[in-house]
């Protein structure tokens, strides 16, 4: 079974950079789509963007495409969402999620794994 730890957030200011990680444990992370999700205060989970087993698909959602970078090494069993161009809206609670041999959806009842999440706060 995969357990999965976030970890690397914090309290940044506009336009700031940080790099959120999410490690699992187990020895067939290879074959999980990992997502990221995120929750704003009083709002909804909302998708992030998702990565393939292989890293041979990504995917992000508006929001944060052209400013968020998903990546992943399977050696580590980690995977990474680098933010950059960091905005107020940008502040929730940042989870990240596995499905096995997933499709990269957006829907959170895809995924059975989640993280405990990792606090992303962003100052104007």
């Known amino acids: 079974q995969v357990q999965l730890v976030e970890s690397g957030g914090g309290l940044v200011q506009t336009g700031d950079s940080l790099r959120l990680s999410c490690a699992a444990s187990?020895?067939?992370?290879?074959?999980?789509?990992v997502g990221w999700f995120r929750q704003a205060p009083g709002k909804e989970r909302e998708f992030v963007g998702a990565i393939s087993g292989s890293a041979a698909r990504i995917y992000y959602a508006d929001s944060v495409k052209g400013r968020f970078t998903i990546s992943r090494e399977n050696a580590k069993n980690t995977v990474y969402l680098q933010m950059n161009s960091l905005k107020p809206e940008d502040t929730a609670v940042y989870y990240c999620?596995?499905?096995?041999?997933?499709?990269?959806?957006?829907?959170?009842?895809?995924?059975?794994?989640w993280g405990q999440g990792t606090q992303v706060t962003v100052s104007s």
């Open positions: 187990g020895r067939t992370f290879g074959s999980y789509t």
């Open positions: 999620a596995a499905d096995r041999y997933g499709p990269g959806s957006g829907i959170e009842s895809d995924y059975e794994l």
